[in-house]
């Protein structure tokens, strides 16, 4: 079945540095990769998300990158700042199964 | 809007007991799912519904019933909890039957003893 992996399991940057994170999915036919970010005590929360018909994707600090014939997958994060500190977790989807598939989440840190 | 409700937030049980798990949107989301989220394992698909009526098994479906009956709810029931299902529970739904942002709920913490 499909499997996403996501790397690192946790990640501590410095206050204004960059913090990226890595996922790679097994099936071919994924077409939808979601990125999630979850705050304690709450629920994952959608931060941005690209299809696979674009290379990437940024939103202000934000950027998605798809590499399709490498089949992964990459949140970065620019300028980061104390209120980025949270759990943040990759999926992939593909059109007709109806099923999101996770990666493992990645608990970020950003020291001030 | 309320967006995705979960009741109730906290809940202790024992083993051999069952209980039901609520999960309701005010959005009009085709779409709704249950995920249970383990330390080091992320988000896994318990089950999913496309639509009032129809429903399907994910990844992890055993120990658990659903039903669709609304648009706006979609139960998960525990008919004999077992000491495996302590985790965190979350209720999603999106627009459309998949591949569209998740709307979350804020999860139900549930302890098996």
């Known amino acids: 079945g499909e499997n996403v992996e996501q790397h690192p399991s946790t990640l501590s940057v410095q206050e204004g540095d960059s913090a990226v994170i890595k996922c790679t999915y097994s099936d071919s036919a994924s077409n939808y990769f979601p990125w999630y970010k979850q705050e304690l005590g709450k629920g994952p929360q959608l931060i941005i998300d690209i299809r696979s018909n674009v290379g990437e994707k940024k939103d202000q600090r934000i950027a998605v990158t798809l590499n399709k014939t490498a089949k992964h997958f990459s949140l970065h994060i620019t300028e980061t700042q104390p209120e980025d500190s949270a759990v943040y977790f990759c999926?992939?989807?593909?059109?007709?199964?109806?099923?999101?598939?996770f990666g493992t989440g990645t608990r970020l840190k950003v020291l001030a | 809007n309320a967006g995705v409700t979960q009741t109730p937030k906290f809940q202790v049980l024992k083993t051999g007991q069952s209980m039901t798990l609520q999960c309701a949107q005010d959005?009009?989301?085709?779409?709704m799912s249950w995920y249970r989220q383990d330390p080091g394992m992320g988000l896994r698909l318990i089950h999913y519904?496309?639509?009032?009526?129809?429903?399907d098994q994910g990844e992890v479906p055993n120990g658990y019933n659903v039903s669709r009956s609304t648009t706006e709810d979609f139960p998960l029931r525990l008919l004999s909890a077992a000491p495996s299902q302590t985790s965190v529970y979350f209720c999603?739904?999106?627009?459309?039957?998949?591949?569209?942002?998740?709307?979350f709920g804020d999860g139900t913490r549930l302890s098996i003893l």
């Open positions: 959005m009009n989301h085709e779409y």
């Open positions: 999926a992939a989807s593909s059109s007709g199964t109806y099923k999101y598939i």
């Open positions: 999603a739904s999106s627009p459309d039957r998949g591949n569209q942002p998740q709307h």
């Open positions: 519904s496309v639509g009032a009526g129809i429903t």
